[in-house]
Every structure is written in C-alpha cells, then in structure tokens.
C-alpha cells in the first residue's frame, strides 16, 4: 500500500466551446483509443443537435438528463456470518455522476440510429424527458 495515501483529485479542465464540467466529464467517457478530436465532435454534435430538436440551451437539457439519470440508492453485498445480504446504500456525488455519465454514454453506443452523434443526442433527450433505456437502468438499480 502507498504510503503517501491517496492521489490528489486533479482539477477538470472546462471545455472551450460550453465551458461547463460536465461537457467535459462526458467527451472523457466518449473517449476511446486517445481520440479526443473525435470525441469532442461527437459530444459537441450531439449537444447542437439538442438544441436544435428541443430549442433550448444543451447543456441545461444535459444536465436535466444526468439529474434523470443519477442513482440516489444503490446495494452492495454485505456478508454477515455465512449469508450475503444486499444493502442499500446511498451514492456519493461523484460516484453519482459517473455512473450516470457510463449508462448514458453505455446507452447510447446500443442504440440503433446511424451516427454515435445521433445516438447521444436522442439519448441526452429521451433521458432529460426521463425516457430512455439509461433512465430505466436507474429505476432498476
């Protein structure tokens, strides 16, 4: 074990275009192989054509879709004697909202439309009108 404890959190560098957080929370989870270009406009395509389908701001859509999407509950084994019960227990923020950000974005690359861009969008909407098989993942879990 390090002896140092844990690694600082380092601080979320705001993207340039909507300077919000959780835009950038969310190109890292697109994010595959280090292609970061191609995550940023896949992400920025899916938040204009949010804006374009619902008329409002995108990251205020995006950001009622991820309040949808967040778990506020979650079980966890806990064994007492020779059984495994589950537990209930409530999520940190944090934990909260990457877990919302991996159903999402887990979501959306399931979905059937052509493009990853319109299948982020439409899930973003279907979610923030608390559609969507992200937000059905919550109510399961």
Do not use: C, H
């Amino acid at each position: 074990m390090p002896r140092k404890g844990p690694a600082p959190k380092r601080p979320l560098v705001l993207d340039p275009v909507y300077g919000s957080p959780l835009v950038t929370q969310l190109i890292n989870k697109v994010l595959v192989d280090g292609k970061k270009s191609t995550a940023e406009r896949i992400v920025y395509g899916a938040l204009e054509g949010a804006r374009a389908k619902s008329g409002g701001d995108p990251v205020a859509s995006l950001k009622k879709a991820m309040e949808n999407v967040k778990p506020s509950l979650e079980v966890r084994s806990r064994r007492v004697g020779g059984a495994t019960y589950q537990v209930p227990v409530e999520v940190k923020p944090g934990r909260s909202t990457a877990l919302a950000l991996r159903w999402l974005v887990g979501y959306s690359k399931a979905r059937r439309e052509k493009t990853m861009t319109e299948r982020l969008q439409n899930e973003i909407l279907d979610a923030s009108n608390g559609l969507g098989a992200a937000v059905k993942r919550r109510e399961d879990t």
